[in-house]
């Protein structure tokens, strides 16, 4: 399996969930970002512009203008439109498919609070039916995933930008391989996992009894 962080950067209002950025991190060192051109058109953007939060801390990660082009880039502009990560949807949707499919042998998916992640991500390709074959059904979450250890104080990535899609994906890889190291595969299993171990060694190596599980 090769992990895929991702984070992604929207718009919901409770009925639709709107991409504005997507940043997808790999363990093998790849690396993808992209915002939606749809946001520097006027129906997005002017609900962008609503809101509040997004204009606080999404709209300043997005790409900057530099050089010249700084002084000259159109006031009413939310971002740079002009940089090469702004893309349309269905280009981004075919470059997302493209980088995880790429992962060997499979992708195993990542993110941080991923429920709305997850259905923002498979809607770039539409309903769920249409999903690229081989690009996973679902996000494993990383929060659940440190609630089950213990629920520790997770390090933050030095130098990340916050609500940076490109920085939070980098972040939730960057915190999975801390959780890894804190807690190896073999300590990480399940509480009946813990009990089996713990029986095994309590009859000096006998073989465990198989744990039934609960119906």
């Known amino acids: 399996m090769t992990v ?7 718009l919901e209002d409770g009925k639709t969930i709107d991409l504005i950025s ?6 093998d060192g790849r690396e993808y970002y992209a915002v939606n051109k749809a946001a520097s058109k006027w129906r997005l953007r002017r609900r962008i512009r ?3 939060w997004l204009m606080a801390n999404v709209v300043p990660s997005l790409p900057k203008a530099h050089g010249d082009w700084n002084l000259y880039m159109p006031k009413r502009w939310l971002f740079n ?3 090469p990560c702004v893309k349309p949807r269905d280009q981004i949707a075919r470059e997302v498919a493209a980088f995880i499919l790429a992962a060997r042998p499979d992708a195993q ?15 770039l ?3 769920m039916i249409d999903l690229p074959k081989g690009v996973p059904m679902w996000t494993n979450d990383l929060k659940q995933e440190a609630r089950r250890l213990g629920n ?3 390090p933050s990535l030095p130098g990340a930008r916050e609500h940076n899609a490109l920085d939070d994906a980098r972040e939730v890889l960057y915190r999975l391989r801390w959780l890894r190291e804190q807690h190896p595969p073999a300590q990480a299993g399940t509480g009946l996992d813990r009990v089996a171990a713990a ?5 000096g190596g006998e073989a465990p009894r198989p744990i039934q599980g609960f119906a």
């Open 125 to 127: 390709w539409g309903r």
């Open 50 to 52: 609503k809101h509040a």
């Open 22 to 27: 997507i940043g997808l991190v790999a363990e």
């Open 81 to 83: 439109y002009s940089d």
């Open 4 to 10: 895929i962080a991702y984070d992604t950067e929207f």
């Open 152 to 154: 520790p104080k997770l």
């Open 109 to 123: 998916l990542w993110a941080w609070y991923g429920a709305y992640d997850h259905v923002v991500l498979c809607q």
């Open 199 to 203: 029986v095994h060694a309590a009859r």
